[in-house]
Nanobody
Framework: QVQLVESGGGLVQAGGSLRLSCAAS????????MGWFRQAPGKEREFVAV????????DYADSVKGRFTISRGNAKNTVYLQMNSLKPEDTAVYYC????????????????????WGQGTQVTVSS
């Protein structure tokens, strides 16, 4: 059974940093593109960042560019999201996601193309 388990969320003051982790199990994820979405209260789920299966392509939402960095562990079954200079508007539940194979930049922000989702981890940024 495929599982994506997020960790690392919490409460942080504006300007602070958090590092989210997502551990994937149940199959080998070396051929999967992996990424992060988030959902704030009363809002739709939105794209945050993604790393292609080969590691050759990354994409970020404009709202997080320059502040967030997505990376992958050596074993390829773990993906991280380093979040710096956090703002209150970054407050949301953050979800890890994965899709078998490569994805194009045009489709990266589309949550419908992803095969697997974690349960989410809460990030709260206080002002």
């Amino acid at each position: 059974q495929v599982q994506l388990v997020e960790s690392g969320g919490g409460l942080v003051q504006a300007g602070g940093s958090l590092r989210l982790s997502c551990a994937a199990s149940g199959r080998t994820f070396g051929s999967h593109s992996m990424g992060w979405f988030r959902q704030a209260p009363g809002k739709e789920r939105e794209f945050v960042a993604v790393l292609s299966a080969s590691g050759g392509s990354t994409d970020y939402a404009d709202s997080v560019k320059g502040r967030f960095t997505i990376s992958r562990g050596n074993a390829k079954n773990t993906v991280y999201l380093q979040m710096n200079s956090l703002k209150p508007e970054d407050t949301a539940v953050y979800y890890c996601t994965a899709k078998l194979g490569e994805i194009t930049r045009a489709t990266m922000p589309d949550d419908r193309i992803y095969n697997y989702w974690g349960q989410g981890t809460q990030v709260t940024v206080s002002s």
